[in-house]
């Protein structure tokens, strides 16, 4: 049996959750500041994640909710052109969101990663998010300085084929010359899992609210968070050993089983 080596986390909704406050937000904005008469409700954006990446949640919100303008731009108008550059007001309105402070850490994830550092377990960031937004969250919730704490920030359109495809989690591991055996995968979402599982990593889940019906066979644990020592995690699925939250003690048991 190899020796974990390295933690492999996903960003939105498994470092913080982004989603509802941050990214659907900041989606929002970018249509108001185009005079699109698109809006994205709570519930709405929900059905939405389905599709993982910005540019492609446009086009997928498109086919399902104006397909006549959807039509319209591919025939006579430049639709790439379009989403690229909402996409790239949205990323501004996100990052602003987050140098603000509005969205911090769940619970237990700094602990967890200053537990691994002490260690000497390596650190990776593997996400269909965009790189900025990555490193915006790090600033705006550990300092500068923990940018150097992921030897490899694995994200957005780096891949062909963003999750559920296992893509950026391959890019990662090749990246950190691990093989799939010496790492653990944190993931929130059944596009994250299915993305981990195909790279063969063993993968701990943190639900959210987005994410609470999702299916997560073949996961080590569901749990609702990391946790803290008072701020307990509850288990979902699959089991801890009677720990209250995930310490790196917890998380090499779930390595070794
Ligand atoms: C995250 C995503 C991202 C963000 C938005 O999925 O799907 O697209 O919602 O970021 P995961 P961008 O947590 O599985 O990586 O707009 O920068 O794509
Ligand atoms: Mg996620």
């Known amino acids: 049996m190899l020796a974990l080596k390295a933690l492999i986390f996903d960003v939105d909704g498994t470092l913080a959750d982004t989603e509802r406050d941050g990214h659907r937000v900041a989606f929002n904005r970018a249509f108001e500041e185009a005079n699109l008469n698109w809006h994205w409700s709570v519930d709405l954006y929900g059905e939405l994640l389905a599709v993982t990446g910005g540019k ?58 200053d537990e691994a550092r002490e260690q000497g377990v390596r650190l990776a960031i593997a996400t269909t998010t965009t790189p900025a937004n990555v490193t915006s969250l790090l600033e705006s919730t550990l300092g500068k300085e923990s940018i150097d704490w992921f030897e490899v920030i694995a994200a957005g359109d780096i891949v062909p084929e963003k999750k559920p495809a296992p893509d950026i989690y391959d890019y990662a591991l090749q990246k950190m010359n691990l093989k799939a055996e010496e790492c653990i995968a944190f993931e929130d979402s059944s596009n994250g899992i299915q993305s981990s599982l195909g790279a063969n990593l063993k993968t701990i889940i943190t639900q959210n609210h987005y994410t609470e019906t999702h299916d997560f066979t073949g996961a080590a644990v569901v749990l609702d968070q990391l946790g803290e020592p008072d701020d307990a995690c509850r288990c979902l699925a699959g089991d801890i050993n009677g720990d209250t939250y995930v310490s790196m003690q917890t998380v090499k048991t779930l390595f070794g089983t």
């Open 56 to 113: 492609e949640r446009i086009r997928h919100f498109l086919a399902l909710h104006r397909p006549d303008f959807l039509q319209e731009q591919q025939q006579t108008g430049d639709l790439d052109g379009l989403i690229k550059n909402l996409h790239a007001r949205k990323t501004f309105f996100y990052t602003q969101l987050l140098s603000e402070g509005a969205i911090p850490l769940r619970s237990g994830v700094k602990r967890l990663l």
